[in-house]
Nanobody, 119 residues
């Protein structure tokens, strides 16, 4: 069973770049038809899809965040990463990484990591 674990700083200052890493175990991020996503939930709000990277390295982004978001991967470490630039307090959220398969079916989630944007 694929397991995911988010890691990264819990506090980021406004205007800086938020960087998170998701470490995958129990499966390879290059397996055909596997997709790896970042999703966040601001306090009191719904889940928000941020983007994903596919098994071939193709990236997909939420249009509302695309200008500030980069998702990349390190196949040697079986990890994928999120970078969100020019953060503001509105980017404070619980950030999740997740595993999907073709068709958009969610297969597993990380436990989530809280990121607070504050000076």
């Amino acid at each position: 069973q694929v397991q995911l674990q988010e890691s990264g700083p819990g506090l980021v200052k406004p205007s800086q770049t938020l960087s998170l890493t998701c470490t995958v175990s129990g499966g390879s991020i290059t397996t055909n038809d596997y997709y790896w996503s970042w999703i966040r939930q601001p306090p009191g709000k719904e889940l928000e899809y941020m983007g994903a990277i596919g098994y071939s390295g193709t990236t997909y982004y939420n249009p509302s965040l695309k200008s500030r978001t980069t998702i990349s991967r390190d196949t040697s470490k079986n990890q994928f990463t999120l970078q969100l630039t020019s953060v503001s307090p509105e980017d404070t959220a619980l950030y999740y990484c997740a595993h999907l398969v073709t068709g958009g079916f969610f297969m597993s989630w990380g436990q989530g990591t809280q990121v607070t944007v504050s000076s």
